[in-house]
C-alpha cells in the first residue's frame, strides 16, 4: 500500500515527528556510561504514554522477527544494527548505540534513528560509520522531490556509503509511512537512478541508511530480532521521515527546540 497524504494528515505527520525526535534527543542525553537499556525502554515508554501517542513497535509482530516485538524503541549497541531488542545490558564507555524509534499519534506515524558514542572514548572507526549515515541521509532527502523516482534516493545514499568503502545490504532499508509505520515503497540503500515509485507531494518516506564496517551479512541473535554484523564488525544507522512538497523534501523528524 501507498499511501498519498493531504494537507491536513501532513500537519499531524509534523506533530509526530517533532514527538519522535525530541524523546530521541531526551534518550541520547539520557543514555550514559552505566545505563541499561531497559531503563531506555522504559523511558521511551513513559515518554510516548504521557504525549497521548501509541507505540509502533509493542505489537509489531512481522515475519522477519519473533514476535510481538514486546518493547517500545529498538537499542542496537555496537555490531548489532537493526531492530535491537532491548535486554539487561548496561552501557561502557565507547559504545556505539543506535536508538530507533516509531510512534502513532493522531493517526499518522513517524520513524527516525540515531546513532552515538556512549562516554568520553570516542573511536575513529565508530565516529567514521556515524557520519557516512548522516552524509547518506542528508544525500537521500536532497535528491527527495516531486518528479524523482526511488532509484534517484536509494543510488544518491548508496553513492555516500559506497564512497566511504562500506559494504551495502539491501535486505532492509527505507519504506513508506503514513497511518502505519511500514508501508510500500521500499526504499533499498543502494539503486538506479531513474527507476522505481515516481514521488509526488503527500507521500511520506522514512530514508534509513544503515552499514556495518566491513560486511555486508547480517546474523540474528538468539532472542529472534537483534541482527548484527554477521563478522562482529561495528555498524550506525541514521532515519529521518520526510514529506514530499512541491518544493522537495521537508524533514519532519527534526526536534521542535
Not at 530521541?24 to 531506555?40: E, F, H, P, W
Not at 543506535?98 to 546513532?115: C, E, Q, R, T
Request: proline share 5%; charged share 20%.
Amino acid at each position: 500500500m501507498i499511501e498519498i497524504l493531504n494537507p491536513a494528515e501532513v500537519a499531524k505527520a509534523r506533530v509526530t515527528g517533532a514527538l519522535v525526535a525530541d524523546i530521541l534527543q531526551s534518550l541520547k542525553q539520557r543514555a550514559v556510561v552505566g545505563t541499561n537499556l531497559l531503563d531506555i525502554d522504559g523511558w521511551a515508554k513513559e515518554m510516548i504514554h504521557d504525549a497521548g501517542a501509541t507505540s509502533c513497535y509493542v505489537d509489531y509482530e512481522p515475519s522477519f522477527g519473533r514476535g510481538p516485538f514486546g518493547h517500545y524503541i529498538c537499542t542496537a549497541v555496537n555490531d548489532a544494527v537493526l531492530h535491537g531488542l532491548p535486554h539487561d545490558y548496561t552501557l561502557a564507555d565507547g559504545d556505539l548505540l543506535s536508538l530507533d524509534l516509531a510512534v502513532l499519534k493522531g493517526g499518522i506515524a513517524a520513524d527516525s534513528a540515531i546513532s552515538f558514542v556512549v562516554g568520553d572514548t570516542q573511536p575513529a572507526e565508530s565516529i567514521a560509520l556515524i557520519s557516512a549515515t548522516e552524509r547518506a541521509l542528508a544525500a537521500g532527502i536532497a535528491a527527495a522531490k516531486p518528479g524523482a523516482r526511488i532509484g534517484d534516493l536509494s543510488y544518491a545514499i548508496g553513492s555516500v556509503l559506497a564512497e566511504a568503502g562500506y559494504p551495502i545490504n539491501t535486505e532492509f532499508g527505507g519504506h513508506g509511512i503514513g497511518s502505519t509505520m511500514h508501508q510500500d515503497p521500499h526504499v533499498p540503500n543502494t539503486g538506479r537512478p531513474g527507476r522505481g515509485y515516481e514521488l509526488r507531494p503527500g507521500l511520506l518516506l522514512a530514508l534509513e541508511p544503515w552499514v556495518m564496517a566491513d560486511t555486508a551479512t547480517l546474523a540474528m541473535d538468539p532472542d529472534g530480532w537483534t541482527l548484527r554484523s554477521a563478522t562482529g564488525a561495528r555498524s550506525a544507522h541514521s532515519e529521518h521521515t520526510i514529506a514530499i512538497t512541491e518544493d522537495g523534501a521537508e524533514i519532519l523528524t527534526l526536534p521542535s527546540q
